[in-house]
RNA sequence: GGGCUCGUGGCUUAGCUUGGAUAAAGCACCGGCCUUCUAAGCCGGGGAUCGCGGGUUCGAAUCCCGCCGAGUCCGCCA
């Protein structure tokens, strides 16, 4: 509702400044509404206004509001003042009114806008998943929702290198080290991929074999084309394992491949020789693509003819581009230059151009993440302790509940605080993991969000045991601060996801959902639901009921599941 | 050496795109609150030269320049 009042504001705005001398459309700027912790919406127009026209702020905010009309019905105002140089807007009742009737009825009816496709995760399929790459594939996930609900059709891709040297070196190593059976597939890849690759360092004749085995698997050598297949399988198989825990599904797992195979690299690379600038290296018969603006030529194709990552990823991303209107990829901070690269490429191509997300890396105390070198917290690993941990907390607060529901509820609370953790910072922050620190349950966002919305889950369920109807309400009773709060903060739900889409700013949830957990536990706090006189106590079961709709619905944006008890 | 990003109370962060109202939260710390719907909660308190130095501006955490610190990338890895 939020956004209504917005756009109502804004239309007021726009009247009064025709009524006024004032000519906001000489100016470059908005109107400048936004949120504010001293009105409901305000606007800094004047100050703009005052700069253009020479006068001060304060007494440009007054012209303006001297001119202000506000409709007298079918209006979410009440009242608009000068506060010094900020036009202050003030919501009425039915504003607070409609925005229950709104989160009653459900689901805003959305239009169908563009087919988007969004890559994320797209690890190497060396090993499991770590925490690096559980950055990625959370900012990647609440991305998704945060489209799907703003009305987006959106489909996601996991991009799998399966080309790629260490690939050759776990196919290789897996002829020669036993792939332990115990294992998580993942994990007994990446123990074989780690230990060939000490071979493969301390020995130059097997970096040769594992450059013969990538040339055949390139050449579709059929018996090398099976055991790749076999290695890749397994280990995303174990990968899909955690992903899945994770609460996260991808929509379609793209082999790079089909790409080298199926002709789309040769074409492409066909494709650049003609429109762009290139040109072969003095020693060999290596590609180099100049490419706008950047220092060094792109190699796109090795000397011995085989394919590289960026010539290959052209391929995807030119044939992603006729599947979809919009391209979003979901990319550590190492690969920006690779995708700057990327796009200009594929501008040469007439391909339409890419969005990047690009998060900063992950990293331990003791320094940077790699699986080739074994040093790295997997994500499976991470999610047992902190799920162990949780069940530690829901022990001690719910003895009355059987083993199963504590497991749950364990399982709920813990990988929802591993979510909400990776979310919440933006994602141009390195983070620097601290073990210790993400197990701690106790001091974690997640749960708190989780726990309103268990409250409001106890109150319903309460009130549901002791025949209380909901029915017809009449909201004007909800007067108590808190309960106001409440409701206007529940008005900016549409507000917040829109932003969060249109910005692309998954964090921008996270935020938002401690606030509206912070509101409902005030108003818990502050008035009696149940205990209340009965005409009262209708109009709150509502606020209650929409409470518990948008945490909820704020919960499932962010991939965290909502618990009716804890 | 060059490019990009980050640097906000003891710790973790929001705010920076589009400069404006006392710099906003959480954790930690100190002190209170369970005879009413789950205390994973609520209330109060102390604690910030917004990395440092300049500049633009009536006004800078926010924009510009320089420096320092951290991360990352810089042609045949992905």
Redesign the pocket.
Known sequence: MFLELEKEAEQVLKEALKKVSYEYKDLE??L?L?E????DI?S?IA??L??AYKQP?EIVAADIVNHLEIPAEHTLISNAVA????I?FYVNDFFLHKTLQRIKEGVKPVERKAKIILEHT?A?PDGPLHIGHLRNAIIGDVLVRVLKRVGYDVKTHFYV???????GVVVWGAERIAIADDKKADHAIADVYIAANRMVEANNEFLKDVEAL?RKYEAGDEAVVKRYEAMVKKCLSGIQTSLQRLNILHDLFVW?SEFVRGGAVKEVIEELKQKGNIKS????S?L?LQLEGM?????I????G?????A?DLAYHKWKSNRCDRMIDVF???????SQQLAKALQILGVKAPEFV?F??V?LPT??LSTRAGRYISADELMEKIEER?LK??D???EDLDEDKKLE??RK?GIG?LRYDMV???P?????F?FN?AL??????A??I???H??A???L???KEQGFSMGDYEPTLLKEKSEKELIKKLSKFWYIVE?ASS?L?P??VA?YA??L??CF????????????ESELRKA?LVL?ECAKIVLSDTLNVLGIEA????
Do not use: W
């Not at 194709?301 to 011995?304: E, I, K, S, V, Y």
């Not at 085989?306 to 960026?310: G, M, P």
């Not at 141009?428 to 620097?432: M, N, R, S, T, Y």
């Open positions: 700027t908005g400048e936004e504010s912790e001293h009105a305000t800094r100050f703009s005052a700069r702020p506060a010094g140089p900020y202050n797209s190497n290198n399966d080309m790629g040297r260490q690939i990538m790079e290296d003095s020693s060999g290596a180099l220092e060094k030529e792109l190699v194709q090795r000397t011995d085989t394919s590289l990552y960026t290959r550590g901070k190492d690969h920006e230059l690779v690009i900063e890396f990293s320094g940077s949780a907390e829901v001690k607060r719910r509820i364990a609370v605080a919440k910072v933006s141009d922050k390195h983070i620097v601290d620190d701690d349950i106790e001091k974690k966002g749960p708190f989780q726990y309103s268990a409250r889950c106890s109150i369920r309460a009130a932003r910005e700013k964090h921008l935020k401690r606030e957990a912070e536990n005030l108003f818990y706090k502050d008035c009696p639901v149940l205990n209340a709150r209650v618990p009716e008890e804890m």
